[in-house]
Every structure is written in C-alpha cells, then in structure tokens.
C-alpha cells in the first residue's frame, strides 16, 4: 500500500481497518508494518493477511475502498525488484498499444496481447520479447537489459540496476 498518511501517534492497523468500510476484521490481518526510513513522503505499508482468500478478496475489491477513492493511495501486490522492472516495461507496451493489457495476480505478471486473446503468463524478458514480436510489426532488437523498454535507453551502464551485469537477450 503506497501513499497511506502517516503520523507518530498512528495505529496502521486501525487506520487499514477504517479504510476496508467494514469489509475487513481485524483477525483478518496478521501483521501491517511500515517499510523503509522515515522520510517526507509515507512509507510504504505491507499487509500479511491470515488467509489467501481474504487477501484476494482485499486485492480484487482494492478500488472500491474509501481512502483510495479520495486520496492518492494505492494497493498493490509486493514484488520482487525483477518481476516490479517487467511489470514496468510491460506497462510500457501497454500504453504504446504493443500489447492490450497486463495486470498482477498472486505475484504473476499476466498480459493480453489482444482484447479477444487468452491470458499470458510472463516470467522474463524472452516471454515478452517472444510476444512481442508476434504481435507487432516494431522492432524489439533494442532490448538489450530490464528497463529499455519504457526509458528509450541501455540500463547496462546504470550501477543501480541489480540487473544491469545480466545479459537478458543474447
């Protein structure tokens, strides 16, 4: 959960309980704990719930609840550095009209390349790079590392990338 206020005198957990309108218990939720240092901006929330299905229910209900319709507060699912720079460039394609539509599920990264297609599952760069050129008439040979895609230039001299020393495509 990004963007949810903070203040010293806080319960997170009250205050993720206030925002589900009732749709949530508090024995529905194990731990809710904030991440990183205490900066300007909110920290990020993490949720653990006690079961998947009430994850699930949280998850796919995320845009009905009451502080993300207001505030600029969002729900999304936690994944790992790899898997949130696909899910990026995917996103990318997306908006250049690439591909039709993406979304996560239970930490997958799922994709349509046309309204009318079957849902993809895509666990790297060569899935991607192999739909892609299936659906598109451009050229993708660019695509040397994780973020290309969306910045238009190599990562591979980036030191901040953890991925930048991969050779993704041959």
């Not at 949720?47 to 229910?57: M, V």
């Not at 796919?60 to 993300?68: F, H, I, P, Q």
């Not at 949130?84 to 250049?96: E, G, H, T, W």
């Not at 910045?151 to 901040?160: C, E, K, N, R, V």
Request: glycine letters at 4%.
């Amino acid at each position: 959960m990004t963007g949810l206020p903070e203040s010293d005198d806080q319960n997170t957990r009250q205050t993720v309980l206030n925002m589900a309108n009732g749709h949530l218990e508090s024995s529905d939720i194990e731990k809710v704990q904030r991440m990183g240092r205490v900066t300007k901006k909110p920290r990020d929330v993490i949720l653990t719930f006690s079961t998947q299905e009430t994850r699930d229910s949280f998850y796919k209900n995320r845009r009905k609840l009451a502080l993300c319709r207001v505030k600029q507060i969002y729900i999304n699912e936690d994944l790992t550095a790899f898997r949130a720079q696909l899910y990026y460039d995917i996103r990318q394609l997306v908006k250049r009209k690439m591909i039709h539509s993406v979304w996560t599920h239970q930490g997958n990264i799922m994709l349509k390349t046309e309204e009318s297609s079957r849902p993809i599952a895509v666990y790297g760069y060569d899935k991607l790079r192999e739909l892609t050129a299936i659906t598109t008439e451009n050229s993708v040979e660019h695509w040397s590392t994780p973020g290309s895609v969306a910045s238009g230039y190599s990562l591979a001299t980036d030191i901040t990338n953890p991925f930048a020393s991969q050779e993704i495509y041959q």
